[in-house]
């Protein structure tokens, strides 16, 4: 047996033992993922609007279970509003944010009727959740569903 072949021996089990250590890739599902638990939760207000009136709709994203926001990535929320409901913002981003923690980021959204109805608003929120070992990027889509109430005409 050559030099070369008996260090192959001698590492053979050392390289078997790496292949077996769990690697975390950023983007795999976590074990409270797989058991139907995500690492974070977005909930949102919808606000009672009337025709020709303002209010503050709000989009909160808290992360759980040892996650917490990324601070130095990028967040953003994409809006797209129907005909009749106009935001302040079609765009908002991590200077937007009204409460910024480790583990929770609120955005207010302005909202403004034109049209009276029922009005969806699409709110596309990107952000990144990281813990000890592993960072995920996350993108959602979150739907607000806005009444617009007629105005009442004057007597």
Partial sequence: MTLCDRR????????????TLPIPIVGTTSAAEADGIAPYEISKTEPKLALGGK???????????????????PITVSLTSPA??????????????????????QFDIQVEASEAGKKVLNAETRFVLCQESACKPVRETVTFNLVVAPSVAKK
Avoid at 8 to 19: C, G, R, V, W
Avoid at 61 to 68: F, P, Q, V
Avoid at 84 to 105: F, P, Y
Wanted: zero cysteines; proline letters at 4%; charged letters at 15%.
């Fill in 55 to 73: 209010a503050t709709a709000s989009l909160t994203i808290t992360a759980k279970g040892g996650w917490h926001v990324n601070p130095d990535a």
């Fill in 84 to 105: 009749g409901l106009t935001t302040s913002k079609a765009k908002l981003t991590r200077n937007d944010l009204i409460k910024n923690t480790k583990e929770t980021a």
């Fill in 8 to 19: 192959s021996n001698t590492m053979l089990p050392a390289l078997l033992f790496l292949m």
